[in-house]
């Protein structure tokens, strides 16, 4: 996963993933697990990109994959936000 970055994801101001968006989706890391690691290095969620549905192929009437971008929180400013 992101893992290998360590201490230089700090140094990153955007971060885009292909997440898994149910858990059906065994093919692609979990959108949780990604927004959680991410989240506890200071990043937040900025958008989802191309959605990926499950019954496009006959399945379930799901999301299955979506690209997650996140924004290093050191280019946000929260203040006044509560």
Known sequence: ?????????????????????NRYN????PFCRL???LSDR???L??????AF???RGGRPVLRR???MFINGALVDLSGIS
């Open 66 to 68: 979506a690209d997650a």
């Open 26 to 29: 065994r093919t692609h890391v």
């Open 46 to 51: 900025f958008r989802l990109y191309d959605q």
């Open 1 to 21: 996963m992101l893992e290998g970055f360590g201490a230089r994801l700090a140094d990153v101001s955007f971060v885009q993933v292909e997440a898994g968006m």
């Open 42 to 44: 200071g990043f937040h």
């Open 54 to 56: 499950e019954f496009h």
């Open 35 to 37: 927004h959680d690691m």
